[in-house]
């Protein structure tokens, strides 16, 4: 089956591997990141060894209908839709206090967490700003926010995995301490360096070389070789204290 992500695949060993993108600004793979090894190995990636430039002139040159389009920065298989509007008509809204960290003043009020995210810093409707999210009581519905452009509160190094899932199969499975990688832990173009090591079953820790800004408590986790070449899988990110471990 052909499909139209910036990805590619590889066979090593006689297994086929999730492969990025010679696109690394397109590069999807994190989305692809919790695919099944059944599903990897009947699909294929036409666009996923062109940069996106060469996509847009064969389109134009083919006179495809989409040719001039402009990319899309939503949920691109929900259509045109407003992400909010979306999010309320599933879940409601549910009024909550927005609390500065450092003082536990109340500086506001939001219509429920589910439509903020940690790292977010525009819709708040606060003054005085720059305000970012950088916590959340689910439970007790509230949101923490903390004032500046570069709070250190907005960036960490440990990121808690659990629920890990190998594409293809785990590349370490007899020991996985401080191995090598690189990550990524929102949609970017950057594939940041790191250490991967595991705790416990299917919990693990990534050690980041470099600050992380936005690390979001329900996202994923995805991990690629140190080369960001292979794409191997990725965990659900925890608001577990690793510090403590």
């Given at each position: 089956?052909?499909?139209?992500?910036?990805?590619?695949?590889?066979?090593i060993?006689?297994?086929?591997?999730?492969?990025?993108?010679?696109?690394?600004?397109?590069?999807?793979?994190?989305?692809?990141?919790?695919?099944?090894?059944?599903?990897?190995?009947?699909?294929?990636?036409?666009?996923?060894?062109?940069?996106?430039?060469?996509?847009r002139?064969?389109?134009?040159?083919?006179?495809?209908?989409?040719?001039y389009?402009?990319?899309?920065?939503?949920?691109?298989?929900?259509?045109?839709?407003?992400?909010?509007?979306?999010?309320?008509?599933?879940?409601?809204?549910?009024?909550?206090?927005?609390?500065?960290?450092?003082?536990?003043?109340?500086?506001?009020?939001?219509?429920?967490?589910?439509?903020?995210?940690?790292?977010?810093?525009?819709?708040?409707?606060?003054?005085?700003?720059?305000?970012?999210v950088v916590?959340?009581?689910?439970?007790?519905?509230?949101?923490?926010?903390?004032q500046?452009?570069?709070?250190?509160?907005?960036?960490?190094?440990?990121l808690?995995?659990?629920?890990?899932?190998?594409?293809?199969?785990?590349?370490?499975?007899?020991?996985?301490?401080?191995?090598?990688i690189?990550?990524?832990?929102?949609?970017s173009?950057?594939?940041?360096?790191?250490?991967?090591?595991?705790?416990?079953?299917?919990?693990?820790?990534?050690?980041?070389?470099?600050?992380?800004?936005?690390?979001?408590?329900?996202?994923?986790?995805v991990?690629?070789?140190?080369?960001?070449?292979?794409?191997?899988?990725?965990?659900?990110?925890?608001?577990?204290?690793?510090?403590?471990?």
């Open positions: 089956t052909a499909t139209g992500h910036y990805a590619t695949t590889h066979e060993d006689d297994l086929v591997w999730l492969g990025t993108g010679v696109d690394r600004v397109k590069d999807q793979t994190d989305f692809l990141c919790r695919i099944s090894y059944k599903q990897l190995s009947h699909l294929i990636f036409p666009i996923g060894i062109l940069p996106k430039a060469k996509v002139e064969i389109a134009v040159e083919t006179r495809m209908p989409n040719a389009r402009r990319d899309s920065q939503g949920i691109c298989f929900l259509g045109k839709i407003n992400y909010n509007d979306f999010i309320r008509r599933h879940l409601g809204e549910k009024p909550g206090p927005i609390i500065e960290l450092e003082t536990g003043r109340k500086l506001g009020e939001h219509r429920g967490f589910w439509f903020h995210t940690i790292g977010q810093r525009k819709g708040l409707g606060l003054s005085g700003g720059p305000w970012y916590k959340k009581n689910v439970h007790d519905n509230v949101i923490y926010v903390s500046g452009y570069d709070t250190e509160k907005q960036y960490g190094k440990l808690h995995l659990d629920e890990m899932h190998w594409i293809t199969r785990n590349p370490w499975p007899d020991d996985c301490r401080e191995v090598e690189t990550f990524k832990n929102r949609h173009p950057d594939f940041l360096p790191a250490r991967l090591s595991r705790v416990e079953g299917d919990e693990y820790i990534i050690e980041s070389e470099i600050p992380v800004q936005g690390i979001a408590p329900g996202q994923f986790g991990i690629y070789d140190r080369d960001a070449k292979l794409c191997y899988g990725s965990g659900i990110i925890t608001g577990r204290d690793v510090m403590k471990l």
